[in-house]
């Protein structure tokens, strides 16, 4: 996206006037450049019905004076930098391929968007991996020009999940049937029949199921039917009440459209709807629970217990939650039909440790060569955030309490009474036990063991010791210990200024490798420690909004946990998004939620981020990072 269209888009999403310096840091220039383009948007606005207004110290804003003139001009300028985005043009080119049975012409097709063969080249050689990831290879011939060739169901999968990027992409995929208003007759009559069958899905499922039948017709149009040949499967789907939706939606199409979808388009779009089917509820199961997703509930909370020390177990809400959405989650693995893109865009940055849990957690997927997507690991982040949030686990430590008592029962009412009126925000779990017991628990389950028994060498040696009554010497004497646990676990994870650096890196590649070096000099870690890091990259990756990335290894039972910190001198392309802020971590359950509480408010302030990034020394850096 040009410098000019990032720039109006940042001043029309923000409701509050906006600083040079904040302009500049987001749009990667100089608060001079900033002043140069500025001026010139400030030209074309006061022609198209708006104003920006520029306020000393303030920052600045736009206005709108005329609405309707405005809107005409943002629909003008986004058309006309269409074909100027590099990203936009090499996916219009990937599509006008795609959807085109004959041939294409280099040249023919270099003119059409008014760049150069050499370029248009360049932009295939692109290509061939992105269709590499659908199976599908783009073959040439010196006489004829360029095709792509594949399987109908890889070629829909590509077309599906490459248009949802860009509604002037997505315009390919209209034809004389299907235009503006069909479009919209489609989108109707998907969103009423799924509301009579009683199938709940969101508005974004909406469209990308309207995308779908767009995809089909024009298909159909160009004689190339959806072929489904497992008849296992078109026997199973058959009996879905998703199917029964699907050929009442076909027959609504054939009806107002005069297009007729062939049985198998519509066990085609029955496995689409059950992807995207959603289930609210937590208060009951809402879908027949089959061993696959009771398997995989299973060991995707083991997985996050093992790797990440957070146990989830004990959630009936959650395993409900999750049960209901694990169902279609496998049902659109199986399909390979991942949701790509989805409303929640913010999800990442705004509960980066539920969604690292969550990463976590899906990992298991990885040995049967699956890439769960952003936007599925975002569905799984929100369940697992809402647990969170009622354990207290993502802003306060909390701790389990074994309390060890001659009889239980007779001291219980009044010692659990003080207990959580003192040190309720601290207590997760308190357990009690008679003498008699104690072997039956295990010791490490507990940060805190108290007894109101006199000392015994049965009981562990951190056992603290206190009166069956909680006096006020008691109260102080578990203070104290509830604050040394939790300032020693926050000492094993500091900031040390041995692993802060600054670093001239010009990728993330070399970020990393200079990271590493410097945590080795100084922390033993494993020989594949660096290797580790970049399969949890693969999983998915630790980049984040204003030039954060947080890279760390899925498995840390090895390693000791530690902060390493490099502010580089330019930002580095990490996968998608510039990076110039990276910590590289190594931390356990204890301090994860400490961590990423931190993180995530500089993840979500430009503010906070370039204040970080602007610090020349640690002792700034530290400063900065403890009044957070």
């Known amino acids: 996206m040009r410098i000019d269209q990032k720039l109006l888009n940042i001043l029309i999403n923000e409701k509050e006037p906006v600083s040079g310096k904040k302009l500049a840091f987001e749009l990667g220039i100089s608060e001079k450049t900033v002043m140069k383009y500025i001026n010139l948007l400030r030209e074309d606005l006061e022609k198209n019905g708006a104003e920006l207004v520029i306020k000393q110290r303030v920052g600045s804003s736009i206005v709108v004076h005329d609405s309707e003139k405005f809107q005409r001009f943002l629909r003008r300028f986004s058309s006309d930098s269409f074909l100027e985005d590099p990203v936009l043009r090499k996916r219009y080119v990937l599509m006008r391929l795609i959807t085109s049975d004959d041939y294409i012409s280099i040249y023919d097709l270099a003119d059409e968007i008014a760049v150069s063969p050499s370029l248009l080249r360049s932009i295939f050689r692109e290509l061939r991996p992105v269709l590499q990831n659908y199976s599908l290879t783009l073959e040439h011939s010196h006489l004829e020009g360029y095709r792509v060739v594949g399987s109908e169901k890889n070629v829909r999968r590509c077309l599906v999940r490459e248009c949802k990027e860009s509604d002037q992409i997505a315009d390919l995929l209209t034809s004389e049937s299907i235009g503006e208003n069909e479009k919209q007759v489609i989108r109707r009559i998907i969103a009423q029949t799924l509301e009579r069958f009683h199938i709940a899905v969101s508005g974004k499922s909406i469209t990308s199921l309207t995308l779908h039948v767009m995809v089909a017709v024009n298909r159909i149009e160009t004689k190339n039917p959806i072929g489904i040949e497992d008849s296992f499967l078109r026997m199973k789907t058959k009996t879905k009440p998703e199917y029964f939706a699907a050929v009442q939606i076909g027959r609504q199409i054939e009806q107002e ?49 093992k790797l990440c020390d957070v146990d989830f177990f004990k959630d009936e809400e959650l395993r409900i939650s999750l049960l209901n959405h694990i169902v279609p989650f496998l049902n659109r693995i199986q399909n390979d039909l991942q949701i790509e893109k989805t409303e929640l865009n913010s999800v990442k940055s705004e509960f980066p440790y539920a969604y690292d849990l969550a990463v976590t957690g899906l990992s298991i997927l990885e040995k049967r060569g699956i890439r769960v997507t952003e936007a599925e690991i975002s569905y799984f982040a929100l369940h697992l955030q809402l647990s ?13 309490v074994l309390v060890v008592c001659e009889e239980a029962s007779s001291v219980y009412d009044i010692l659990a009474y003080r207990l959580k009126n003192a040190f309720e925000n601290k207590i997760n779990e308190t357990v009690f036990a008679s003498i008699r017991d104690i072997r039956s628990y295990d010791p490490d389950d507990f940060q805190i063991i108290l007894s109101t028994t006199p000392p015994s060498d049965e009981l562990p ?29 926050v000492n094993t994870i500091t ?44 999983l998915a ?19 000791p946990q530690f902060i390493c910190v490099a502010i580089l001198t330019k930002p580095v392309l990490w996968k998608e998004k510039n990076v110039q802020l990276v910590f590289l971590i190594s931390n356990s359950g204890d301090v994860g939620p400490w961590l990423y509480a931190k993180l995530s408010k500089i993840i979500s302030s430009p503010e906070l981020s370039q204040q970080l990034i602007s610090c020349n020394s640690f002792s700034d850096f530290q400063s900065q990072f403890e009044k957070i």
């Open 541 to 559: 990756s630790t980049e984040y909004e204003n030039r954060v990335a947080v890279p760390h290894p899925l498995n840390t039972e090895d390693i």
């Open 257 to 305: 459209l005069n297009t007729v979808l062939p049985e198998e388009e519509l066990i085609y779009l029955t496995l689409h709807i059950s992807g995207q089917q959603r289930f609210y509820g937590h208060e009951s199961l809402q879908v027949e629970i089959d061993n696959d997703s009771l398997i995989f509930y299973q060991r995707f909370l083991r997985n996050i217990w």
């Open 495 to 538: 900031l040390k200024d041995y692993l802060f650096l600054h670093s001239d890196a010009s990728s993330k590649d070399e970020v990393l490798n200079t990271m590493c070096e410097q945590i080795g000099k100084y922390i033993d870690l494993p020989s594949d420690f660096l290797e580790r890091v970049n399969k949890r990259e693969e």
């Open 388 to 400: 969170l949030e009622k354990q207290k686990a993502n802003t306060l430590w909390t701790y389990n």
């Open 461 to 489: 040696a951190k056992t603290i010791y206190i009166s069956p009554y909680l006096n006020d010497r008691d109260r102080e004497k578990l203070d104290q210990s509830f604050n040394l646990i939790t300032s020693r676990i």
